[in-house]
Each structure stands twice: as C-alpha cells, then as structure tokens.
C-alpha cells in the first residue's frame, strides 16, 4: 500500500525550510484556526508555517488528514505566490501519472471521509516536491539551502 502523507508533517517539513526548531519557539498562533493551540507537537509547526505565508483552509489547519492534490497546490501557491504555473504543472502530472498507475491496476480504495485515494498525495510524491521547495526551484531560497544543511525529517 502507497504512503500518505499527513497535514502536520508537511507543517512540520515548510516549517524546518524557513525556522530552526528554537526560533519557532517565538512564534504566535494565528487566532483563525480552531484546531491548533491546545499544546500538541504540531502547533509550532503550523504557526511557524503561517509566518512563512502558508494558508491552510478555512478556520482549521485538519493536522491528521491526509494532504490531497488539490490542497498541496493551494499551500504551495499560497507560499509562492510567483510560481503558480510551475507549481500546477508538476502536480498535475503527478496527478496524471497516479490516475494512469490505478487505471492499469483497477485501484479504487476510499479513505473514511470518501475521497478517493487517488485524490491524496504520496509521501513519496511529497519528498519530491519537497526537494523542489529545497532547491529554489519555485522561486525562494530557504533557510537551509542558504546554510547549505540538509533538514529533512522522515517520519512516515
């Protein structure tokens, strides 16, 4: 079975490209979503995610569901705002390349809330675009490209 790629490991990895760990320490909650802020791993993580211009969704950041398509090109749109094209373009054919792998295979699990799985994101698919956030490749440098460290937390 394909990995999924839960909302608050990918905060968590947006997060570590902008902050090392004790400067998120600082960083205040955005008051518009209710699901953060009761002292859980993931809240500096969100925070620290929202400073760096990540939009989440309307009033809830949902950090134990999986990240879909759709809402990994929103986030990424929404922190780079100069690369909406490039950003579409590679999910899509992310997207496409999963839609042809499940119709050779006859795929069609569905997750609790009835999105098919094909609408999610792998972890796999993830680390890629990742990789391309690490390397400027949507138009900002980060903060461990600029200290050339490698920062990248596996927990899948």
């Known amino acids: 079975a394909e990995n999924l790629i839960d909302r608050a490991h990918v905060a968590k990895m947006i997060a570590l490209l902008g902050f090392s760990y004790d400067d998120m320490t600082g960083i205040e909650l955005p008051s518009t979503y209710s699901d953060i ?13 929202c400073k ?17 398509y759709d809402e990994c090109e929103n986030i990424l ?9 490039s950003i579409t373009a590679a999910i899509s054919g992310m997207r496409n390349n999963k839609s042809s792998s499940d ?16 609408d999610y994101i ?23 490209v600029k200290e050339e460290n490698l920062i990248i937390f596996f927990i899948f």
């Open 77 to 85: 749109k929404s922190m780079y705002t100069g690369a909406a094209e």
């Open 37 to 49: 802020g009761e002292g859980k791993w993931y809240d500096r993580y969100f925070a620290a995610a």
């Open 103 to 118: 119709a050779v295979s006859g795929s069609s699990i569905v997750q609790s809330d009835e999105k098919p799985k094909q």
């Open 122 to 144: 792998s972890s796999d698919e993830w680390l890629i675009l990742y990789g391309k956030m690490m390397n400027g490749e949507f138009g900002v440098q980060h903060r461990a």
């Open 52 to 68: 760096m211009g990540v939009v989440w969704g309307n009033n809830t950041c949902r950090p134990a569901d999986y990240l879909t």
